[in-house]
């Protein structure tokens, strides 16, 4: 059964707690990170990537909306917020639900109801490939997934080392890790990700793949460690 990864943001724990409790009620449901820091939150969410964010409004530093308009992949959204004049900013920015502090339990699944639709359509229209298609020395070429070992982003590039052959294309690491299914990569680093298959070893510093060491980066290594045990 598919596991989709939710991420909490909240400053208060209290209400953090309540949520991350009503989560694990559902069993297609994972909390993969949580915070109570926005500025925090936001470098979490990029690197762990989350199906469903819950997103606190009012908190310290930054309000819910502008940590939202920060992020440029951005997950399914659910509102949780004890101020209702929001609602209307809110969902000009397509969240998925609004709820109210404090939130009841049946309110709680109506929006989680919304997110399985809306997950199920994506399921059935989307399925993962298995090649890659990227732009190098003028040609489009077709990398087979399961030959990948690793990608390496340098600044604007990427480096797809596979079992026969290097590859050099003009994109960003975060957009070529949207073309990849998730099951099968992990991004450790700012600057890798993984084939998870063609990890020999691994400590909470570093990945293997052969002889080659790849470093986990610190703000991955909670979810690194999670999916590879």
């Known amino acids: ?20 409790q009503y989560i694990a009620r559902f069993p ?8 109570t820091d ?33 992020i440029r992949n951005k997950p399914a959204v659910i509102i949780t917020t004890a101020y209702r004049e929001f609602a209307v900013e809110g969902f000009e920015m397509n969240v998925l639900d609004y709820l109210v502090k404090p939130i009841a339990f049946k309110r709680f699944v109506m929006a989680i109801d919304k997110f399985f639709e809306k997950g199920s359509t994506l399921e ?24 990948i070992l690793y990608i390496e982003g340098v600044k604007d ?33 700012k ?12 400590t909470a510093q570093d990945v293997e793949i052969s002889d080659i060491q790849i470093p986990i980066g610190r703000v991955y290594k909670e979810e690194v460690m999670r999916r590879l045990q």
Request: with cysteine; glycine share 2%; aromatic share 6%.
């Open 157 to 189: 590039y990427v480096k797809i080392v596979t079992t026969t052959e290097r590859v050099i294309t003009k994109i960003s690491i975060g957009n070529i890790l949207k073309d990849l299914p998730q099951d099968q990569f992990l991004q450790v680093h």
């Open 124 to 147: 059935n229209t989307t399925a993962a490939p298995d090649v890659l298609l990227v732009k190098a020395d003028r040609k489009t070429l077709r990398i087979e997934l399961d030959k």
């Open 38 to 70: 926005p500025l925090q939150a936001i470098m979490q969410i990029k690197a762990l990537q989350p199906d469903l964010l819950f997103l606190d409004i009012e908190m310290p530093e930054m309000t819910g909306l502008e940590l939202l308009s920060s």
């Open 28 to 35: 297609q449901l994972e909390v993969c990170g949580k915070s």
């Open 1 to 20: 059964m598919k596991k989709f990864k939710c991420y909490i943001v909240d400053d208060e724990p209290l209400a953090l707690n309540v949520i991350e």
């Open 191 to 202: 600057s890798f990700i993984v084939a998870k298959d063609k990890i020999t070893a691994y």
